[in-house]
């Protein structure tokens, strides 16, 4: 259950009928998923969204397509958003992720927790060569 209600007829609105259509044209799809649908709720906080969501994810940066969105997988995964596990997972897998690279992400994420634990709790001093704005 949402914390808002998605509007019933949300391209009613030029200003989200136009963010829609940007997705749908990005995308090479006629699918607009509940996360926009929900968000267009407030056009500006849609639009804000989109324009980061598609300035990083949508269009060709330093990082392959795919690593971005395995990315967003084990970001979604240590932020508990189970929408965006779903999402990216099938974003990831049309990109071409294999099980075997989804079962090693999974492996990664799952070790990163461990040792991100185990540093926190044993409050381990950051060595010098880590940290860039130490002089040598």
Known sequence: MTTVRQPLDPEADPRVKAVFDD??????????????????FDPTLLENTWAEVKGLMA???????LVKEML?????????CGYCVH???????AKGMTDAQHAEL???????????????????????VFDAGASN
């Open 72 to 80: 967003y997988v084990a970001v979604s995964i240590a932020n508990g």
């Open 23 to 40: 997705i749908r044209a990005t995308r090479k799809t006629d699918f607009v998923n509940n996360l926009w649908r929900t968000l267009a």
């Open 106 to 128: 999974l492996a990664i994420v799952s070790l990163a927790g461990k040792t991100n634990h185990l540093a926190t709790g044993l409050q381990v001093p950051i060595d010098l």
């Open 59 to 65: 269009v060709p940066t330093q990082l392959d397509p």
């Open 87 to 93: 999402s990216h997972t099938a974003a990831a897998r």
